[in-house]
């Protein structure tokens, strides 16, 4: 991986390939390692950029607090010093909440938009969404990084033959460095751009796995308000649909970039 100064930190980043910039941002507590069965796919078509937020993998970990719009100018600066825009943004989770605020806060700078398994805004209105969002607070901090990624690993790829692909999620997850994580995570709650919506004009796909534990409606709600979106469900699909499923994926991103050039 190669390094990049953006502002006050160092970002690592991956590009691979030629043609039309492609962009991956991984989710929470991953890292840009996820993307890897889409880079192997689409580096022989596309220039292809997988990198790792602040406070993930191995791009520096200040101290917090973080936001959304610090992740999206993050982003949004290293577009601009490797000079590739306008790009194409997919983004899960997390990923994808970046993706959306920077292209609502810098539109010059994405030309299509993908969105995996996230959600336009995270209210904490319910006493489920509040004790969701303080039993992960309250693991990372007291039970570890590696107790939090067994719990989650069996989540999202509970099958028996995805055992191994549990044992790589546990220890990518131990890596983690928990105040970053609880930055980032912190960073989410609250956090909004449903409003914003309709200022959108660029190609987007929303893209939803069958059983991801976000509601099917929160991705629906995207597509409502956006003029020129589409939803598309994946099936057998939990929320890490681009390594439980990556050739259905692959396909599905691939029908919508070739729609998105002709």
């Not at 406070?55 to 000079?83: F, N, W």
């Not at 901090?141 to 044992?167: D, H, N, T, V, W």
């Not at 987007?204 to 469900?233: C, F, Q, R």
């Not at 939990?238 to 691939?254: A, C, I, K, M, Y």
Request: proline content about 5%; some cysteine.
């Amino acid at each position: 991986m190669a390094r990049i100064r953006v502002g006050d930190i160092d970002l690592y980043y991956e590009m691979s390939g030629q043609g039309e910039p492609l962009i991956f941002i991984h989710g929470l507590g991953s890292s840009s390692r996820d993307w890897e069965y889409q880079v192997a796919y689409f580096a022989g078509s596309f220039k292809t950029l997988v990198f790792d937020l602040r406070g993930h993998g191995r791009s520096d970990k200040p101290a917090g607090p973080y936001s959304m719009q610090l992740l999206a100018q993050d982003t949004a600066a290293l577009i601009k010093e490797l000079k590739l825009e306008p790009v194409c943004l997919v983004g899960i989770s997390l990923g994808g909440m970046v993706a959306l605020q920077l292209a609502l806060d810098s539109p010059e700078l994405v030309k299509s938009l993908v969105l995996v398994n996230t959600v336009s805004e995270v209210p904490v209105r319910t006493l489920k969404e509040r004790f969701e969002l303080k039993l992960r607070l309250t693991v990372a901090a007291l039970l570890g990084m590696r107790y939090l990624g067994k719990l989650l690993a069996k989540r999202l790829f509970p099958k028996s033959s995805q055992q191994s692909i549990r044992e790589l999620f546990v220890e990518r997850w131990a890596e983690n460095d928990p105040a970053s994580y609880r930055a980032a995570l912190q960073a989410v709650i609250g956090w909004s751009v449903t409003d914003k919506l309709d200022k959108l004009d660029i190609p987007l796909l929303v893209v939803a796995a069958e059983y991801d534990y976000i509601p099917l409606s929160a991705k629906a709600s995207i597509v409502d308000l956006v003029k020129n979106a589409e939803l598309l469900v994946i099936k057998d699909s939990r929320h890490g649909t681009p390594v439980d499923q990556p050739e259905v994926f692959n396909r599905v991103l691939s029908d919508f970039l070739a729609r998105c050039q002709g």
